[in-house]
Structures are given as structure tokens and as C-alpha cells.
């Protein structure tokens, strides 16, 4: 540990005023996290980034404070959330199911990017596919009840009305029936008790029965047969991490969504419900610019 910590620094003195010393980490090695580092050095060839495996890492408190941490899996967020000292540090890819569990007193340097796809996109999405539509249904369960203002304040920006549901036991329908038969529509959250392998074909086919379309919750969920959703790949992850490094990390926010992503969507349910449904690349436009508004 005194060796990596006095490469850091050394590193940082031998480097131009405008480099970075970039550490990524996570719990484990594999070539798709590999492959993810070298492209961002591949973009920032002036920065000196590195990944290493969160067992060979010292305290955070340790490492140098000009350098800026990303981490990249749960175990790595855990190890940094120990110690309130360290450097700047971005944590990617969280749902907010599990930031919900974290402590409440977190490193004042930390800005976690979330894994789950915007409310504000969603409900866009929702209505430029569905311009008639006025009520949005969602599914909750006691994990999930939190997240029910920012899907509000969503819906109330777009427009639109929030009817919510809780669905405690998924093998009962009562809850799913009464939503759809109050609703025009019905919005998927990241959510794994609710949205997961087991319950998509009941969801699926009672919401089109009833002639419902579901939007999101992600782009899994729409190769299943949900309508649509906004979600962003792994070079979305880049643009977006590659964004973050280009400010100073006074300007990082506490939380975020990333902020580059795509839309992906079903012509075949979308056939099915006579909707017409304009190309990817177009919605994903729109999403942005009324976002940059």
C-alpha cells in the first residue's frame, strides 16, 4: 500500500498541470472492465488512468487528493462510503433501490451516478408515443414507495397525472387490473421485485389485453414486449463519465443521471396497438433537446 501510495504521488508530481491521475476500481478484473478503462485512456491521452482491483487499494484517506476515484461495482462503493476522507470520487452505476439502504452520511466528495433510467425521460417518452394519453399508472412495492415524489414531480412536469398502485404479492393481479382500468398507460421502475423474469409475461399480456402500453423500465424489458424505454450503453457510460472528468470536481453533482443515453423500442407491440412509432434516433432527439431546455 506505501509503495501504490507513493506511485500516485510520484505520478502526479511527473505529470503536466492539466493531467489527471484517474483510478478506476472495482472488486474484480474482467476484460469488459478492462476494455472500458482503455477506451477513456484511448480519449484522454494526457491523463494517467489506471484500474485497480479494490483488494490493492489502501484507505481512501490515503490516496493522494489531487487524483479522483471511479468505481465501478457495489463492493468498491462500500469500501469508499468507510472513510469520509479521500478524493474526489464518481460511483457508477447505481440503482436507486440501493442508494436507498447507504448511510446517511456520506463522503462529501461523492457523486453517484444512477443506473436506473430518468423519470423526467420516461415520462417525455411516454408522451411523445402516447401524446393522448393523461394518466400514468405505476407499480410500487414497499422497497420502491420513496421513489413515488420524483415520478410525481415527472409527471406533473409533462403534464400528466401519477395513478399508483402498491403491489405487494405479485401472484395476486387484483392491483395490476385495477391500476390498468384507471390508467392510459403503465410505467415500468427499476424495480426487481416488481419488473424481473417472473412477472413480465403476466405484465405483458394483462396490459395489452387491456389494450395498455408499458414504457420502460428497461431495454431488457423491451426486447420482452414493453413499447419503449430510454437507457444508455456502455459509450454512454463513457460520454458520460469522459463529461464529468472535464470539470473541476467542485462542479460534480451529488447524484445524476447519465448524461448521454438512447431510446430503443418494439415496432412489432407498437403495430400492435396502432401506434405509430417514430425511428429511435428521433425520440432520443427530442428527449435531449427538451432536456437542454
Known sequence: ????????????????????????????????????????????PLDHISLVVL???PAPSQLPEASRLVLLDRPSLDWRLADLAGP?????????????????ILPAQLSLLWSDP????Q??????????????????????????????????????TLVSRHWSD?????????????????LGINDPELFNSHTVKNLLLTSYARQ?????????????????SSYSDRTDWLNSVEALLDQPPAAWPQSAYPRFFKVTSNPQ??????????SNESLAQKLAEGEAQ
Not at 460511483?91 to 448511510?103: C, F, G, K, T, V
Open 55 to 57: 483488494d490493492q487499494l
Open 118 to 121: 430518468s423519470p423526467q425521460r
Open 269 to 278: 407491440v407498437a403495430r400492435s396497438l396502432a401506434i405509430e412509432l417514430p
Open 212 to 228: 395498455r402500453s408499458i414504457i420502460g423500465p428497461s431495454a431488457s424489458f423491451v426486447q420482452a414486449g414493453s413499447l419503449a
Open 88 to 104: 474526489p470520487t464518481l460511483a457508477l452505476r447505481i440503482s436507486h433501490l440501493e442508494a436507498n439502504s447507504l448511510p446517511t
Open 123 to 160: 415520462m417525455h417518452l411516454a408522451r411523445l408515443l402516447l401524446p393522448n394519453a393523461k394518466r400514468v399508472g405505476l407499480l410500487f412495492d414497499g422497497g420502491s414507495e420513496f421513489l413515488l415524489d420524483e415520478y410525481q414531480r415527472a409527471a406533473t412536469e409533462h403534464g400528466m
Open 1 to 44: 500500500m506505501r509503495r501504490l501510495i507513493v506511485f500516485c504521488s510520484c505520478l502526479l508530481l511527473a505529470l503536466p498541470a492539466w493531467a489527471a491521475e484517474i483510478i478506476f476500481s472495482a472488486s474484480t478484473d474482467s476484460p469488459a472492465t478492462q476494455a472500458f478503462v482503455n477506451d477513456l485512456q484511448l480519449r484522454r
Open 170 to 186: 405479485t401472484r395476486d393481479s387484483r392491483p395490476l387490473l385495477d391500476l390498468l382500468s384507471h390508467s392510459d398507460l403503465l
